[in-house]
């Protein structure tokens, strides 16, 4: 099994096990002052290919439009895009096509981006062979603009 499987089934598993919880956060002014307290249905901590899957699970559990805070500091998409874009990945297409569409809230976002996308361009590679890692990269971030523009509320 694929490392981005991992990462997929890894976020369904912190979903399922996140939904029982209604969790509050407090937001905080420059000097982390406490200021108002908000209600949240859960908190994903990173949006790199976990944390994506995470957000994109719990969407269709909890339903698109729930309050879901999600908490990085620069939401580029995890290690991938910070770090190994133009490495060759050992994944193959089709294999990232499958977390690409693994979750409703994922395949509807995809039709709400203006194409082409990072979905789109994977679909048009050849299905068994490896490719540059950003074009999984850019894959991770159209997933991760979708699951915000539903509900995930960046922190
Ligand atoms: C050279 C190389 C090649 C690889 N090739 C492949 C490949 O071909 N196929 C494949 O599937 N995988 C590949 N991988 C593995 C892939 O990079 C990882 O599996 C993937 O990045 C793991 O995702 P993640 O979400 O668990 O972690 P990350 O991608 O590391 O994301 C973690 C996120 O959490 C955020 N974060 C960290 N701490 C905090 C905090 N305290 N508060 C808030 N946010 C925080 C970070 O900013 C980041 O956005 C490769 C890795 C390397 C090194």
Do not use: L, V
């Given at each position: 099994m694929s490392v981005k499987l991992d990462a997929f089934n890894k976020g369904r598993m912190l979903a399922r096990s996140a939904v029982p919880f209604v969790t509050r956060t407090l937001v905080t002014d420059s000097k982390q002052q406490p200021t108002e307290t908000q209600q949240f249905s859960a908190i994903v901590v990173g949006a790199g290919a976990a944390g994506i899957a995470t957000t994109g699970s719990l969407l269709d559990i909890l339903g698109h439009g729930s309050r879901i805070a999600w908490v990085d500091?620069?939401?580029?998409?995890?290690r991938i895009n910070a770090c190994y874009r133009e490495v060759p990945s050992n994944t193959i297409a089709q294999t990232f096509l499958d977390y690409g569409k693994g979750f409703e809230s994922f395949r509807r976002a995809a039709q709400a981006?203006?194409?082409?996308?990072g979905l789109t361009k994977m679909e048009a590679l050849e299905a068994k062979s490896t490719c540059s890692l950003h074009h999984a990269g850019d894959m991770l971030r159209r997933s991760r603009m979708g699951c915000a523009a539903m509900g995930g509320c960046r922190v």
């Open positions: 500091p620069d939401f580029r998409g995890g981006i203006p194409k082409p996308n």
